[in-house]
Each structure stands twice: as structure tokens, then as C-alpha cells.
């Protein structure tokens, strides 16, 4: 990890403390600096009384004087961004790259993603499931919202031998799936796991729910619009240029891949928190 790690610091070094803070926009007003030290009222715990935030505008670090608040240890402001926004810490530093037009080149990163998912398939592929591991983590620290890194990672979990995490992961994209209205791609990953699981309560718990949503089907999920999905589907793997999600747990999608399906509106990169 210490190439990310590298990256967060500088992303975090060409952030101006003071945009930040009216980028958070939590009571301006009260923002009050002195010399290299940025008081404000806290956003994280919402604060109304004391500027009990406190950043240090040269090391850009920040830390909450209040105990009970999570900011109470210090962190980079990247780190604030992250908490802020609920993003994982290095999708916070490509956010702000891009929101404080930062001197960062958003477009390598991306790039190294992409690079972190090839290399996590072929040692899937290759059965080394630690190496594969350590790679999707990276690649997902990237695009922690990619659905198709979400179906890789649980692929690798199931690879390795822990049902367990790969059902929490195929169960949490199940719901993304369902929170995009991607009916037929939930649906084909909900009958993959019942053929491995039939009784589980848990999935036919889901079954009824796909049901339910798939009777509120609106005529919009039937004429897809493709955007920024496609454009974040093919950063993550260039190997397929459809629009598509891989809900079959098999292997590479540029071997075997189909047609775009059915897609459901709206941006997969926003999906709930994970
Ligand atoms: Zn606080």
C-alpha cells in the first residue's frame, strides 16, 4: 500500500486548508484564521457552540477538541474530506483533486486502478488468492463503489475459501444491484447463490424483495442510459467495452463477454455506502 499511501500524502500536501473548509460549508462564518491555525465549528459532530475544529494549515493535519468526536485524533485533511463525504480515503483525494482543481493527474490514477484489477485477475487466475487479494483492496480503495471490483473481490473471497466474506460482498452488491434498478443483473447473481445455497433464508428473503421491487418496474428501466457508467466500467477494466456488470462468478469478462444488458439508469458510481 505504500504507493497509495504516497499518493493520499500528496494529494493531501495541494490541499489549501481554508477551500477546504468553505467546501465542507459547515457555518463559514465562524471560520477564524491566525497565523497557520484554522478554527471552525466541527462538521462531523455537527457542532454549534465552539470552533472546536482545529487545522494546522501548514502540515494539513486537522484534529476536533472535542473527546467524543471521531476527529479527536488527528488526520490529514484528506482524511476530513473522507469522513465528511462517507468516501474511502483515496477516493476523498481524487474528489477534492478534482473539486479544488488540484495539480494531481487524476487520469494515471485511474489508470493505475485499472492496472491494480488486471493484475488481481491474473493471479486469480493464476491462484494466488493473497497477491489477488491485495490487489483488489487497492483497487478498491480507488473505486470503492465499482460494482464490477465489488464482483471481482467477492469472486477472490470465494476462491479463497471464505464463503463468508464472499457472501457479505455478493450480498452487499445484490443491493447495489437493486438500489440501481439493474433487475436482471441482481437476478442472475440471486440464482447463482440459491443454486449454491437453496435454503438460506437470507437470500429467499431477498428473492421476495427483488419481486417486490421488479413489480414497481418503471418504463425508464427498460430504456437504459449509459454515461458515466460505462466510462467508470471501462476505467476499471479495459478488457470490456460493454456497459454491462459480470454477475457470473466466471473468470475474465473480456473472454467471455456478452452484449450489454439491460442497464438501469442513473450512476452506478453512486451506490451506498459499503
Ligand atoms: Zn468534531
Aim: aromatic share 6%; proline share 5%.
Amino acid at each position: 500500500m505504500t504507493e497509495l499511501t504516497t499518493i493520499i500524502e500528496g494529494i493531501n500536501r495541494r490541499i489549501d486548508g481554508i477551500a477546504l473548509v468553505r467546501l465542507i460549508d459547515y457555518h463559514v462564518d465562524k471560520i477564524q484564521v491566525s497565523g497557520a491555525t484554522l478554527k471552525c465549528f466541527c462538521p462531523i459532530h455537527h457542532e454549534l457552540a465552539f470552533r472546536s475544529l482545529i487545522i494546522n494549515l501548514k502540515t494539513n493535519t486537522y484534529r476536533c477538541t472535542m473527546k467524543r468526536c471521531p476527529c479527536f485524533q488527528e488526520g490529514l485533511l484528506v482524511e476530513l474530506w473522507a469522513r465528511h463525504m462517507n468516501l474511502e480515503v483515496l477516493e476523498a483525494g481524487l474528489d477534492l483533486a478534482d473539486k479544488l482543481q488540484l495539480d494531481i493527474d487524476i487520469q494515471t490514477l485511474r489508470q493505475l486502478g485499472a492496472t491494480f484489477t488486471e493484475k488481481a485477475r491474473d493471479a486469480l487466475a493464476a491462484e494466488d488468492f493473497d497477491q489477488a487479494r491485495a490487489l483488489i483492496d487497492q483497487a478498491l480503495a480507488l473505486q470503492s463503489r465499482n460494482l464490477e471490483l465489488r464482483l471481482l473481490s467477492a469472486q477472490i473471497w470465494t476462491a479463497a475459501g471464505r464463503h463468508d466474506r464472499a457472501n457479505e460482498e455478493y450480498l452487499a452488491l445484490f443491493d447495489a444491484y437493486l438500489e440501481d434498478r439493474s433487475f436482471d443483473a441482481a437476478r442472475e447473481l440471486l440464482a447463482m447463490l440459491l443454486a449454491e445455497q437453496p435454503d438460506s433464508q437470507l437470500l429467499l428473503e431477498r428473492q421476495v424483495e427483488l419481486a417486490h421491487h421488479e413489480a414497481t418496474r418503471r418504463p425508464e428501466d427498460e430504456a437504459p442510459e449509459r454515461g458515466d457508467v460505462v466510462a467508470q466500467r471501462r476505467a476499471a477494466d479495459p478488457g470490456c467495452a460493454h456497459a454491462h456488470a459480470h454477475p457470473a462468478p466466471a473468470a475474465h469478462p473480456g473472454a467471455d463477454c456478452r452484449p450489454p444488458r439491460r442497464q438501469a439508469p442513473g450512476n452506478h458510481g453512486v451506490t451506498p455506502a459499503w
